[in-house]
Nanobody
């Protein structure tokens, strides 16, 4: 499974970005997907996850109400719409795919990882 994330960049606080992650190598539409982030000197943390149908989503409390995860199975793509960005959202963002179908919060459930895309929010 290959995951290619894109869409990161530099944005001012209060701004928006949309991250994309294109998957290949297995049947994308039958697996949940997740987004994680890692800031310098910190552990990788969960951001959001979505079920294979797109009907089920979970979010970290820190992003709830500001970020939206979605997917387009026809395009093998998962998105992360990030609004009202804050400087503390600055991190490298990774998309990830689990080994088994499901919606997971923890890194241990994810087997495949994208290369990461940098998001920097200036104050």
């Amino acid at each position: 499974v290959q995951l290619q994330a894109s869409g990161g960049g530099l944005v001012q606080a209060g701004g928006s970005l949309r991250l994309s992650c294109v998957a290949s190598g297995r049947t994308f539409s039958t697996y949940g997907m997740g987004w994680f982030r890692q800031a310098p000197g910190k552990e990788r943390e969960f951001v959001a996850a979505i079920s294979w149908t797109g009907a089920g989503t979970v979010y970290a409390d820190s992003v709830k109400g500001r970020f939206t995860i979605s997917r387009d199975n026809a395009k093998n793509t998962v998105y992360l719409q990030m609004n009202s960005l804050k400087p503390e959202d600055t991190a490298v963002y990774y998309c990830a795919a689990p080994e088994y179908s499901g919606v997971y919060r923890y890194t241990k459930h994810y087997k495949y990882w994208g290369q990461g895309t940098q998001v920097t929010v200036s104050s």
